[in-house]
Each structure stands twice: as structure tokens, then as C-alpha cells.
């Protein structure tokens, strides 16, 4: 059953609807809803078209958040083969909120790694909701320079609200490893590849896409803090999440705008967990885009490129 967002309630009442007349039809052989049906589903389209048409910041923050959207085992189950997961950071532990390893995509030898959030109560709990400890990024840190060692292009998948900010986290030195997961990105001389697939927040996402090419899902977002958390820095009160929300420029188009990302994936109507064969699809066909983009750089040509990047971006925005 789909769960349906705040601003969705409309359109839960009318599939709801149409969903019963179908139950009943089917206990009862004889009753016909077939046209009574039709129109309903007509007019729940036209409600999803509308709804969709024009989304505001925060509506694309909960459709980022959705938990039914595909998270980053279902991106590496679908599109790389003979995944082999790597586990621990060779210091502590093994972070299950980050997950990675060697595979292939499109029978290129690649390394994987991204943030997973969990699909059900245990496995959120277990993946810590995607919020990544210092050991994770450390992991995340020896993936990387592997990747670097066989010449493998690295391909990251990010969804967190940003890394954990527990005690632990902080006294094991979750700055400094966030740190040196985003050195380790400017560093290695291979392609590094990187797709916004639900939330990027904060430094723990940047430690993931501090990349050669930057994609966002069309309904995705990408930002220095949560709309929660500037509204309760700025306004102390985090009711204000919306204000906060505009105020960010956390959106895909936002962020093309300003030269923060490179492209944008356009996600099925009603969000990628309308269709996530068809998303997973569309990232893969981008991925395979950037690959062969980069495939004739050197490794110093690809660090200078990188490098560049970040050094100017922003700047078409500013300048506009």
C-alpha cells in the first residue's frame, strides 16, 4: 500500500476510493464499477499532475524523505553486478549505514559506496537511518584510495540527513574523518562519479560527492543543514521549516543553477517510489553518460577537474 505525504491527502481519499469499488467488485462478481472506477483514476491523475506540477522546497523534502523511495541497496542490486561488499574501517568497526564494495557496471569493474537508510523498523535501526558514524566514513576513506590503487572509477550513491551526532560519533572524531573522506575524493586519479538519489545533508554528504560529475534526482535535495535545523538556528523555532526550506536553494534546479551539481534526473510523476524500476533505469543510463565522459582523462587531469569544480562553484550564481 502506498504511504502517502501530508499534501497527498486528496489523492489518497480518491485512489482510496477507486481501490474500494475494485474490493467490492471483486467480492462480488456481479457488480460492474468498472466506468465508476475509470473516472475516479481520471481524476486521481489529473490530482497527481497538479499536486506535482509545482512543487515547493518542502513538499520536495518530504518526497526526498519518502521511505517507500529506492535507497542505495536497491540502486546496487539493480544496476551493478558480482557486488562484492567490503566491510570495516581497519581502526574500529563496520558502519552499516554505509555500504560499499567492488562490482561491476555495465561490465566495468567499479567500486561502489553509498549511504543506506533502511527499508522496515529493524533494518532503519540496524543502518542507523542512514546517519554515518566516523567509522564509516573511514571505511568509505579506504574504498577510495583501493579504488585509486587498481584504477577503479568510483561511483557514489548518497542519501543521508547528514552524519550522526552522537557523543561516540564526536569523541571518535566524526569532523576529521568527514574531512578526510572529502580529501580522499580531491585525491584519487580516477573518475568519481556521484548521485544524489534522496537526501544529501550536510558535511556528511559532501564527504560522498566532492566529485568530477554531481547528479540530483529530480526530487531530491542537497543542503549545508536540514530545513528543521536552520529554522531552529535561525528562527529557534523549527516550525519554520518552510521559510527555511526557500531559503536554502536546497532544490535540484536550485542547485544547477549555481553550478553545485551537473545534472538533473527526472524522476517518474509522483516521486521515484511511483516507479522505481523506471528511476533506478534513468540513473543508470546517467551513470553510464558520465562514465564514458571521463573514461579518456588522465588521473592528474581528473583531480585538476575536480579541483576546479569546487573551486568555482557558485560563482554562475553569484554572477547572475
Same mark, same amino acid.
Given at each position: ?56 522546497? %518542502? ?175 535561525? %528562527? ?85
Amino acid at each position: 500500500m502506498t504511504q502517502y505525504l501530508d499534501f497527498e491527502k486528496p489523492l489518497a481519499e480518491i485512489e482510496g476510493k477507486a481501490e474500494e469499488l475494485r474490493a467490492l467488485a471483486r467480492a462480488n462478481e456481479e457488480m460492474d464499477v468498472t466506468n465508476e472506477a475509470a473516472a475516479l483514476d481520471v481524476k486521481a491523475a489529473q490530482l497527481l499532475e497538479d499536486l506535482y506540477k509545482d512543487l515547493t522546497p %518542502w513538499r520536495k523534502c518530504q518526497v526526498a524523505r519518502h521511505p517507500e523511495r529506492p535507497h542505495c541497496k536497491d540502486y546496487i542490486d539493480a544496476l551493478f553486478q558480482e557486488y562484492t561488499p567490503l566491510a570495516g574501517d581497519r581502526n574500529f568497526a563496520d558502519d552499516h549505514a554505509v555500504m560499499g564494495g567492488l562490482a561491476r557496471f555495465n561490465d566495468i569493474p567499479v567500486m561502489v559506496i553509498g549511504h543506506e537508510k533502511g527499508s522496515d523498523t529493524k533494518s532503519r535501526i540496524e543502518r542507523n537511518f542512514g546517519m554515518a558514524r566516523p567509522e564509516g566514513y573511514r571505511k568509505a576513506i579506504r574504498l577510495m584510495q583501493m579504488a585509486g590503487k587498481f584504477g577503479l572509477p568510483v561511483i557514489t550513491l548518497v542519501d543521508t540527513p547528514g552524519a550522526y551526532p552522537g557523543k561516540g560519533a564526536e569523541e571518535r572524531g566524526q569532523s576529521e574523518a568527514i574531512a578526510r573522506a572529502t580529501e580522499a575524493c580531491l585525491q584519487i586519479g580516477v573518475p568519481l562519479i556521484s548521485v544524489v538519489i534522496g537526501e544529501g545533508g550536510s558535511g556528511g554528504a559532501v564527504a560522498f560527492a566532492t566529485a568530477n560529475r554531481v547528479v540530483m534526482l529530480e526530487h531530491s535535495i542537497y543542503s549545508v543543514i536540514s530545513p528543521e535545523g536552520c529554522a531552529s538556528i535561525l %528562527w529557534k523555532d523549527a516550525e519554520k521549516m518552510r521559510e527555511a526550506a526557500e531559503a536554502l536553494r536546497l532544490t535540484a534546479a536550485n542547485l544547477l543553477d549555481l553550478g553545485v551539481i551537473d545534472h538533473i534526473v527526472s524522476e517518474p510523476l509522483g516521486g521515484a517510489h511511483r516507479d522505481a524500476t523506471g528511476t533506478i533505469a534513468s540513473v543508470g543510463r546517467a551513470i553510464q553518460t558520465m562514465l564514458d565522459d571521463l573514461g579518456d582523462l588522465a588521473p592528474e587531469e581528473l583531480v585538476q577537474n575536480r579541483r576546479q569544480k569546487f573551486l568555482s562553484m557558485g560563482s554562475k550564481g553569484l554572477a547572475a
